[in-house]
């Protein structure tokens, strides 16, 4: 048993320095490229479990235990640097500024302006961005694309499958070049009546738009008590002046299928269903829900007026077309210029 116990403790002590040497503590700075030091840099192992991440202090330094990987060390306005782990501990690392996603203008309430001037919560999306799905309307391209935005489909007619709501609040200003639509009073271009601003939204089309900007919370106060559920701000495309004629013609062809729909009952299920429900309640009576005979000719279902009908097979089909052709021309002179598109979806 002595042995036994000796042997044990010779074999903790064995591990011990092996650990040791996997978990190492690594210390450094982070400095910008004018040698400033960082602070708030966020600095995690990749792929550790449990995770092991920290920030850098007023002084840009950082003390981390890790094991061999890759260090990911990110902050904003700076580009994201991956720095393979070796036998070094101490690690000096310069960051490099990532000015062009800070200089890009985004469209707010009052004008324009560069994305680093903004403090307000504003979210923005490009037109590239939109057009790369496959969504037939403006709201469903904009699923999953920006945070505190969901899109719900609350209606199957053309051109009103989706509506947007910013952070579960309600139906938010729509503001498409300056004119705001919102409520159920407005009118569409078409001319329709009692268009909300979510169904002219979902009129237009994807290859018009330039951009789009949420504004919540106080980035959207500018538009008053009717932005209290946040704007959604819209700005289409036109044509430069001095600028030659530009025509681009686009496409695509897909075919749609449904990924998982629930099997239904059939009418002998469902009456079977129904006369049980009846049986198992004390205070049903089964036969007042079908007698025995009827009860027979619809699990028979061969009878005029017993007949069961699978109208998921008269409705829905599989491998439906979607074709989508789009053309537009822009340009301009000196004092004017025009944008024209025409688009075709079946």
């Known amino acids: 048993m ?77 580009k994201n640097q991956r720095i393979t782990l070796t036998d070094k501990m101490q690690l000096n690392i310069v960051l490099q500024s990532d000015d062009q996603g800070l200089d890009e203008v985004v469209v707010v309430g009052y004008g324009k302006q560069s994305k680093r001037n903004i403090t307000g919560a504003v979210s923005n ?27 719900r489909a609350k209606d199957a007619r053309p051109g009103r499958g989706a509506s947007i709501e910013i952070r579960n609040m309600g139906n938010p200003l729509y503001v ?32 018009d738009i330039e ?42 062809q897909g075919w749609q299928n ?9 009418a002998a299920q469902y009456t079977r269903g129904l006369v049980e429900a009846a049986q198992n309640d004390p205070n049903g009576n089964p036969t007042q829900v079908y007698t025995r005979e009827e009860l027979a000719k619809w699990q028979a279902g061969t009878l005029p007026g017993y007949q069961g009908y699978n109208y998921e097979d008269i409705v829905l089909r599989k491998n439906i077309p979607q074709r989508y052709i789009n053309a537009n021309v822009s340009g301009g002179a000196k004092k004017s210029n025009y944008f024209l598109s025409v688009g075709h979806l079946t």
């Open 2 to 78: 002595r042995i036994l116990k000796i042997f044990f403790f010779c074999v903790m002590l064995w591990g011990i320095p092996t650990y040791s040497f996997a978990q190492r503590k690594i210390s450094g700075q982070v400095l910008t490229e004018q040698n400033e030091p960082l602070p708030g840099v966020t600095i995690l192992v990749e792929g550790s479990v449990p995770r092991e991440i920290t920030t850098t202090d007023a002084d840009g330094r950082f003390q981390l235990t890790a094991t061999k990987g890759t260090l990911l060390v990110t902050y904003i306005g700076y």
């Open 125 to 151: 999306i490009k037109a590239e961005d939109i057009v790369r799905t496959s969504s037939t309307t403006a709201a469903g391209a904009l699923a999953g694309k920006v945070q505190g935005v969901s899109v």
């Open 176 to 207: 498409i070049d300056g004119v705001a639509y919102g409520g159920e009073g407005g009118t569409d271009w078409v001319g329709t009546q009692n268009a909300s601003g979510a169904d002219i939204f979902n009129a237009l089309n994807l290859e």
């Open 211 to 252: 951009s789009i900007s949420i504004l919540k919370d106080a980035a959207a106060a500018v538009y008053g008590f009717r932005a209290a559920k946040g704007v959604v701000l819209i700005t289409t495309k036109k044509g430069s002046r001095d600028e030659v004629a530009k025509i681009n013609i686009n496409g695509y």
């Open 258 to 266: 449904l990924t998982r729909f629930p099997t239904m009952a059939n």
